[in-house]
């Protein structure tokens, strides 16, 4: 079992930045891939973009390519979600997700675990 905590969502300016962590406990957080969605209102939840348990493959959706930024730390049992460049249609609330595996995953089923979420509104 893996619990999940997110936090560092909050409120900012358009063209901000924000930082996400994604803190696990449970099992070894280095064999799990992570990905990280977002769910805004009235729209499904949808994939942002993932990393594999080495860290050495991440993986964007088109619409946040080059202004988000993946990153772990295996020895704290954390992924980072860096962005910037904030837009209002990032609004949403933004979910981490563990899975065992290596391959990319890119949909929420392929995931085991996850987070509460934590919420980022970005205003224009």
């Known amino acids: 079992q893996v619990q999940l905590v997110e936090s560092g969502g909050g409120l900012v300016q358009a063209g901000g930045s924000l930082r996400l962590s994604c803190v696990a406990s449970?099992?070894?957080?280095?064999?799990?891939?992570v990905g990280w969605f977002r769910q805004a209102p009235g729209k499904e939840r949808e994939f942002v973009t993932f990393?594999?348990?080495?860290?050495?493959?991440?993986y964007y959706a088109t619409s946040v390519k080059g202004r988000f930024s993946i990153s772990r730390d295996n020895a704290k049992n954390t992924v980072h979600l860096q962005m910037n460049s904030l837009k209002p249609e990032d609004t949403a609330v933004y979910y981490c997700?563990?899975?065992?595996?290596?391959?990319?995953?890119?949909?929420?089923?392929?995931?085991?675990?996850w987070g509460q979420g934590t919420q980022v509104t970005v205003s224009s």
């Open positions: 997700a563990a899975a065992v595996g290596s391959a990319l995953l890119v949909g929420e089923h392929d995931y085991d675990y």
């Open positions: 449970g099992r070894t957080f280095s064999a799990y891939a």
């Open positions: 990393i594999s348990w080495d860290g050495r493959t991440p």
